[in-house]
């Protein structure tokens, strides 16, 4: 008699028992390969993002738009349209490959993207602007009667500490003015309304990047930003970097946010 070739069923329960164990094992590898890798596209856009700032910059001797939306309309208040000649066209630059849907199509934050735009409605993406890198005019004292321009970064050259100045990175919405007394997000993906002072660095504080987010500053050098270090950059000219949510201001453990307390402390 001849005997037949196969796998017992024995057998083939140990097959799938071994190659499930494989694939959890794997799983888990490959969801950080793929994370790491949009980590690095997003410095890739930020990277042409720091081309088209300073091109702007450069034609304009070291300084950007006004940011004063009441004096200048809409071409002085945002990035989006003084700069839309530098990225043209390119709209994958608009998006963090990590938040690429809006939340108008159900996206949730931190992975969602912002737009449309009440005043521009073809655009929408997932960076933002620390709005205090703008140049008002002289005579103006505060934007939306309560942001005082003398804390303004009005020029992006020759600027001392620039590699600490925040310019543009993940962002919630179009732009912020974070201040050295803004409290963190409840929890991630909790992001302040628009128009809302006070609370605007939870626009820039989102777990995008397990624990960081990715950043352009004003030397236009990139890398990537702790989260809880976002209380420790220059945001504007008066911001306090040993605020209460700093290691040097005293902040504890406890007072962070239980979302946040395995993050790096700064």
């Known amino acids: 008699m001849h005997r037949q070739n196969g ?19 794997l799983m888990p590898a490959l ?16 990277h042409q993002w720091a081309i088209a700032f300073d091109a702007y910059a450069g034609e304009y001797d070291g300084s950007f738009w006004s940011g004063d939306i009441m004096s200048d309309g809409l071409d002085g208040y945002a990035w989006c349209i003084p700069l839309r000649e ?13 938040a690429t849907k809006p939340r108008e199509e159900g996206a949730q934050d931190p992975y969602a993207a912002w737009g449309p735009i009440e005043w521009a409605s073809d655009l929408r993406g997932s960076y933002g ?11 103006v004292e505060f934007i939306h009667e309560r942001e005082a321009t003398k804390d303004n970064w009005r020029n992006a050259y020759n600027v001392q500490g620039a ?41 820039f504080c989102m777990n995008r990047h397990d ?20 209380w ?35």
């Not at 790491?36 to 410095?43: G, L, N, P, R, T």
């Not at 624990?211 to 976002?230: A, M, P, Q, S, Y």
């Open 7 to 25: 796998f017992t069923l024995i057998e083939l329960l140990v097959v799938i028992a071994i190659i499930a164990l494989l694939m959890s094992i």
């Open 31 to 46: 969801q950080r390969v793929r994370k790491s890798a949009k980590a690095v596209i997003c410095q890739n856009n930020l």
């Open 86 to 98: 530098y990225y043209s066209n390119q709209t994958d630059m608009l998006f963090c490959p990590m």
């Open 129 to 139: 602007m620390n709005n205090w890198c703008t140049n008002p005019a002289p005579d």
């Open 163 to 203: 590699n600490k100045i925040p310019l543009f990175m993940d962002c919630a919405l179009i732009e912020g003015k974070p201040y050295d007394f803004d409290t963190p997000p409840e929890y991630d993906g909790d992001i302040s309304e628009y128009m809302v002072s006070a609370l605007q660095m939870k626009r």
């Open 211 to 230: 624990g960081f987010v990715n950043g352009l500053f004003l030397d236009f050098t990139i890398r990537k930003i702790g989260l809880k270090e976002l």
């Open 232 to 266: 420790m950059l220059q945001w504007h000219k008066s911001f306090d970097t040993n605020n209460e949510w700093t290691t040097a201001g005293g902040v504890q453990a406890e007072n962070w946010p239980k979302w946040m307390r395995g993050f790096k402390d700064y």
